[in-house]
C-alpha cells in the first residue's frame, strides 16, 4: 500500500490552509487581499456595507454650530501668536472650507465655481455670501 496519493493530498491541503491564512491576515492587516482572493473580499465588502444604514443628515442648527465652532478657531489663530501660526492657520481654514462646502450641499446652496477644498479668500467669501442669501447663518 502506498501512501504517496495521501502525502500529496495532505501537503496540497496545508499549502492551501496557509495560504488563505495569510490572506485573512493580510486582509485584517492591511484592508488589500492577495489577487486571488480579492473578488471574495470585494462581495464581502459590498455586502457589509449595504448592512450599514446611512447616515442621517445634519440639521441646520449642527452645520451651523460647527461654522461659527470654526470661524471662531480661525480668528483665534490669526491673532495668535503660537509657534507654527501658519500651519495651524492652514489646517483651521482647510476646515472652515470643508464646513462650508458641507452646509452648501446639505442645503442645496450653490458654490461658485471651482470652490473646494483650500479655497482662496475670494471664493470662500462668495461661498458665505452664498450661503447668507439663502438665509442661512452662524
Do not use: N
Not at 457589509?48 to 449642527?62: H, L, N, V
Not at 451651523?64 to 491673532?79: F, G, I, N, P
Not at 495651524?88 to 442645503?107: I, N, P, Q, V
Not at 483650500?118 to 447668507?132: Q, Y
Request: proline share 9%.
Amino acid at each position: 500500500m502506498t501512501y504517496l496519493p495521501a502525502y500529496i493530498a495532505v501537503t496540497a491541503g496545508v499549502v492551501l490552509a496557509l495560504d488563505a491564512a495569510h490572506a485573512v491576515l493580510r486582509y485584517a492587516a492591511t484592508g488589500h487581499a492577495p489577487r486571488p482572493y480579492s473578488a471574495v473580499t470585494d462581495r464581502w465588502e459590498e455586502w457589509r456595507d449595504a448592512q450599514i444604514p446611512p447616515p442621517a443628515p445634519p440639521t441646520p442648527q449642527a452645520l451651523s454650530a460647527d461654522l461659527r465652532r470654526l470661524a471662531d478657531e480661525v480668528q483665534a489663530v490669526t491673532a495668535s501668536s503660537r509657534p507654527a501660526k501658519a500651519l495651524h492657520l492652514r489646517a483651521a481654514l482647510l476646515a472652515y472650507d470643508d464646513a462650508l462646502l458641507r452646509a452648501c450641499r446639505e442645503l442645496h446652496v450653490g458654490t461658485p465655481e471651482g470652490a473646494r477644498s483650500g479655497m482662496s479668500p475670494d471664493d470662500r467669501f462668495r461661498t458665505e455670501s452664498a450661503l447668507l442669501a439663502s438665509g442661512f447663518e452662524w
